[in-house]
């Protein structure tokens, strides 16, 4: 794109989307696998036993990694997504896709993306989502943003 928009173009274009993201996005909290810790090594540990001075017989501590980003949410509308008959690219097909109702999409920043690829579950709006595809690129002159498709969690 360097011949039709200058570098000073780019670089607004790039400003407003980002305005546009924090204007309308909200807080998420990802949550990775647990971190294991193994307690052996500590002075609670009595190996004879196989016990913590607590009386816990697990040497294995679990530790919860989180973060929490900004993202803007969109809730599916299944009707319309993949139920209509004139839908765009499933129409006539046989292949669609149902998802469970109040699936979501979730669009976030690089930092947000590099950290979800690698997450299991998502909470926002007082409810778990699970992470159901890789992050989808989206940017008008790179890509600055990624979106994911979420499935509630029955908790």
Do not use: C
């Amino acid at each position: 794109m360097a011949g039709f928009l200058s570098a000073d173009q780019i670089t607004k274009i790039k400003d407003l989307a980002d305005t546009l993201h924090t204007t309308f996005a909200q807080t998420i909290t990802v949550y990775k696998n647990a971190k294991k810790t193994l307690i052996a090594s500590t002075p609670a540990w009595n190996s004879l036993y196989r016990r913590t001075n607590t009386g816990s017989n697990s040497s294995v501590e679990y530790t919860t990694v989180s973060d929490t980003f900004s993202a803007r949410i969109y809730y599916k509308d299944m009707e319309k997504d993949f139920m209509a008959a004139d839908s765009g690219e499933q129409a006539g097909s046989q292949n669609k896709v149902i998802l469970p109702d109040g699936s979501v999409d979730i669009v976030v920043k690089q930092a947000g993306y590099d950290y979800i690829r690698e997450a299991r579950r998502v909470y926002f709006d007082g409810r778990y989502f699970a992470i159901k595809s890789d992050g989808k690129p989206s940017g008008l002159v790179d890509n600055q943003f990624f979106t994911f498709l979420l499935t509630p969690i029955d908790e």
